[in-house]
């Protein structure tokens, strides 16, 4: 079994599918994809469509990004909708209501994406890794993080040891190339920015990019 983290995507279909063409998963193998699959680019829509898809031939792991929580949060209350706008939400809006601006959004999203976003995990862990989307509150033991940290987290985690036994492996802070230190891997190397997608294969530490 090979094991294979993907950062933040950001509804880049082109760079999600050359992605997995170059991990080239099999039945055996795991995926963790760490979040953030939307908002930014133009095909968030498709890009759950794949992600659904991968899941029925490929043991998946789907962690919430902090964007996948503006989205849910837009569509309970409403109340957010600057901060969910401001960060690429109209982009979802739009790969969702395609040829029809007046749906709402809640009624656009098909019942499989409704029950992919409901059944996102806050975390994973394994024997020798934890998976979140931002980081942990450094000192503080998976079970009795803040769920707002593992989504939202950035300097207070990045910038100081973790205090935890296994290293962390997570997305939402870009870097132009992956962050590795001995408590920690970044792998948000920005491609709702334009820039690559990047998958990580565990233990072998092996990079694997798209640039598309």
Same mark, same amino acid.
């Given at each position: 079994?090979?094991?294979?983290?993907?950062?933040?995507?950001?509804?880049?279909?082109?760079?999600?599918?050359?992605?997995?063409?170059?991990?080239?998963?099999?039945?055996?193998?795991? !995926?963790?994809?760490?979040?953030?699959?939307?908002?930014?680019?133009?095909?968030?829509?498709?890009?759950?469509? !794949?992600?659904?898809?991968?899941?029925?031939?490929?043991?998946?792991?789907?962690?919430?990004?902090?964007?996948?929580?503006? *989205? !849910?949060?837009?569509?309970?209350?409403?109340?957010?909708?600057?901060?969910?706008?401001?960060?690429?939400?109209?982009?979802?809006?739009?790969?969702?209501?395609?040829?029809?601006?007046?749906?709402?959004?809640?009624?656009?999203?098909?019942?499989?994406?409704?029950?992919?976003?409901?059944?996102?995990?806050?975390?994973?862990?394994?024997?020798?890794?934890?998976? $979140?989307?931002?980081?942990?509150?450094?000192?503080?033991?998976?079970?009795?993080?803040?769920?707002?940290?593992?989504?939202?987290?950035?300097?207070?985690?990045?910038?100081?040891?973790?205090?935890?036994?296994?290293? $962390?492996?997570?997305?939402?802070?870009?870097?132009? $190339?992956?962050?590795?230190?001995?408590?920690?891997?970044?792998?948000?190397?920005?491609?709702?920015?334009?820039?690559?997608?990047?998958?990580?294969?565990?233990?072998? *530490?092996?990079? !694997?990019?798209?640039?598309?």
């Amino acid at each position: 079994m090979q094991r294979f983290a993907i950062g933040d995507i950001h509804g880049c279909l082109d760079k999600l599918e050359d992605l997995l063409a170059k991990i080239s998963a099999t039945s055996d193998d795991i !995926l963790i994809f760490l979040g953030d699959y939307i908002d930014r680019g133009n095909a968030s829509k498709e890009v759950i469509d !794949l992600l659904i898809e991968v899941a029925s031939e490929t043991r998946c792991v789907f962690l919430r990004g902090n964007h996948e929580d503006m *989205l !849910l949060e837009f569509i309970e209350y409403g109340t957010n909708s600057p901060m969910f706008f401001s960060n690429g939400g109209d982009m979802t809006i739009e790969s969702y209501t395609k040829g029809r601006p007046d749906q709402n959004i809640a009624d656009a999203l098909p019942e499989a994406h409704k029950k992919f976003f409901a059944d996102l995990k806050w975390s994973y862990e394994d024997d020798d890794y934890i998976y $979140v989307h931002a980081g942990i509150r450094p000192g503080i033991p998976l079970n009795l993080q803040e769920h707002s940290d593992l989504i939202w987290i950035r300097d207070e985690f990045v910038s100081s040891p973790t205090g935890l036994n296994k290293k $962390v492996i997570f997305g939402h802070t870009s870097f132009t $190339v992956p962050l590795v230190k001995p408590d920690k891997i970044g792998i948000d190397t920005g491609a709702g920015y334009g820039r690559a997608l990047t998958a990580v294969k565990l233990p072998e *530490l092996e990079f !694997l990019q798209s640039f598309v």
